[in-house]
Every structure is written in C-alpha cells, then in structure tokens.
C-alpha cells in the first residue's frame, strides 16, 4: 500500500503560478511512475502530467510548456509547477502513483479566478 498526501492547492489568480506537492509513503520501494491527473465536477478524471521511475514525461497538450512535473526520489514526493494559470486549469488535482498498482491521492482543489 502506498499513501499519498498532497498540498499547495488554493486559489490562483489568472496568470498566476502555484506548486503542488504530493508525499509518498508506505510501500515505497516498488513506486514507478509518478504523476498528477485532475477533474472537474461532472467530467472524467484526466491526465495532467506523468513522469516514469526513468524521467520520462508524458503531458497534456493542454498544459505544455506551462506546467513542469519533478520528483525528489529522496524525498518520495513529487511536484507539479504550475504557471500562466487559465480559469480552465480549474479542478480538483490529484497526485498519482504506480506502485504495482495505481494509486491516486485525495485530490486538492485549484480554483484559478479573479
């Protein structure tokens, strides 16, 4: 079992920049990939960003160029860098782990509004 604890949500201003974190632990050892996905209220959960255990990335169109995934591995946490927030980045986002199995953290909520 793998827990996933996230922070850094909140309200944005359009045009603004916020980083969201996401601490794992418990069965560390066997995480892969790491990533974030998020939802807004009435639509499927989708891909933001996933980095592989080897760096590799694997964005959104939506959001290149503008959100940067990283991970400290010393750390067990993962980070997602968020810039030139729109209002449609609005979501709950949710930090995500492949650990044999996926696991997906309680989400936190973006809010990007003037």
């Known amino acids: 079992q793998v827990q996933l604890v996230e922070s850094g949500g909140g309200l944005v201003q359009p045009g603004g920049s916020l980083r969201l974190s996401c601490a794992a632990s418990?069965?560390?050892?066997?995480?892969?990939?790491m990533g974030w996905y998020r939802q807004v209220p009435g639509k499927q959960r989708e891909l933001v960003v996933v980095?592989?255990?080897?760096?590799?990335?694997n964005y959104a169109d939506s959001v290149k160029d503008r959100f940067t995934i990283s991970r400290d591995n010393a750390k067990n946490t993962v980070y997602l860098h968020m810039n030139s927030l729109k209002p449609a980045a609005t979501a709950v986002y949710s930090c995500?782990?492949?650990?044999?199995?996926?696991?997906w953290g309680q989400g936190t909520q973006v809010p990007v509004s003037s």
């Open positions: 418990g069965s560390i050892f066997s995480i892969g990939a």
């Open positions: 995500y782990v492949r650990a044999f199995n996926p696991y």
């Open positions: 980095m592989t255990a080897g760096r590799s990335t």
